[in-house]
C-alpha cells in the first residue's frame, strides 16, 4: 500500500525532520518535507497528500491553527507530534480537527503503524463514492446532512465537510437512532479502537458533530448525553430522510 501513499513531514526541528523522513522513505513511502507551516501549505496547494506527520509547535503558524484551518476542506490524515504530553494538549489536538497524537521521543515504528492505519482509512474514505453510500440528505432544524458528499450545510449555505471520524460516528448513531450507545460500542462500531488514545476521543468526536450541526452543547437536541452511560441520536431530531 506505500507505494503511492505520500507523506508530508512538517517539523521545524532539522533532526526529527530527517528522522521521520528517512524512516518513511525506507518504507516505501513518498516522502514531502517543509520546516514551516507556510511552507507546507505551499506544498498542499501542488500536491496530493495523504498524511501529515504535524510539529505543534513551530515558529510562525503552530500545528494547531494549521490543523483547523485544513480541517474546513479537506480530509487528509494528521498526526500531530509534539514535545508535551499533557492529556489537555492532547484532546486541544483533536478538537482541532487531528486524528491521532504522538509524543516526542518517539517510537518511529509506533508512528508507522498509527500512519498505516490511518492512511488506510483516509483512502477508504476518497475512494467511497456517492454511489456506494446511500445517497441521502437528512434534515435537521438548522442544517442538512449531505451523506454522499459527506457535508454538512446550514441555512446561509455555509458547508462544513465532514472528516473519517465524524462520517463514522454520524454514521454509527444512525445505524442506532433512538439507541443509547456507550463509547466503547461507539468505538468498536468505528472500527478506530486502534488509534483511539482513550475513550475521550468520542467526547471530542461528538463536539465537534455538534458545532456543524448547530447542536447547541448546553442544551442538544440532536445527540444527547446520557449520563454515565454515553450518547444517542434522538429520533426527533431527523425531519426526514
Request: glycine content about 4%; overall charge negative; proline content about 3%.
Amino acid at each position: 500500500m506505500s507505494d503511492d501513499l505520500t507523506v508530508l513531514v512538517v517539523d521545524d526541528e532539522l533532526i526529527t525532520r530527517e528522522c521521520l523522513c528517512n524512516y518513511f522513505a525506507e518504507e516505501r513511502y513518498r516522502v514531502l518535507a517543509a520546516a514551516t507551516a507556510e511552507e507546507a501549505e505551499q506544498i498542499l496547494a501542488r500536491e496530493a497528500v495523504d498524511l501529515i506527520l504535524l510539529d505543534i509547535r513551530m515558529p510562525g503558524k503552530d500545528g494547531l491553527t494549521l490543523t483547523r484551518e485544513l480541517r474546513v476542506h479537506s480530509e487528509v490524515g494528521i498526526i500531530l507530534i509534539s514535545a508535551r504530553q499533557d492529556a489537555v494538549d492532547q484532546l486541544i489536538g483533536l478538537e482541532c480537527g487531528a486524528d491521532d497524537y504522538v509524543t516526542k521521543p518517539f517510537n518511529p515504528r509506533e508512528i508507522l503503524a498509527r500512519a498505516k492505519n490511518l492512511c488506510r482509512r483516509v483512502r477508504l474514505t476518497r475512494a467511497q463514492a456517492p454511489s456506494q453510500v446511500e445517497a441521502e440528505l437528512l434534515r435537521f432544524d438548522e442544517c442538512t446532512v449531505d451523506l454522499g458528499l459527506r457535508q454538512v450545510s446550514d441555512r446561509d449555505n455555509q458547508v462544513s465537510p465532514l472528516t473519517a471520524g465524524e462520517f463514522q460516528l454520524l454514521s454509527v448513531l444512525l445505524s442506532n437512532i433512538g439507541k443509547t450507545m456507550s463509547r466503547d460500542q461507539l468505538l468498536d462500531q468505528m472500527r478506530n479502537r486502534e488509534w483511539a488514545p482513550n475513550d475521550r476521543t468520542v467526547d471530542v468526536l461528538v463536539g465537534r458533530l455538534r458545532r456543524k450541526l448547530r447542536d447547541d452543547p448546553a442544551h442538544p437536541r440532536i445527540i444527547l448525553t446520557i449520563h454515565g452511560v454515553g450518547y444517542l441520536l434522538a429520533t426527533k431530531a431527523l425531519q426526514s430522510r
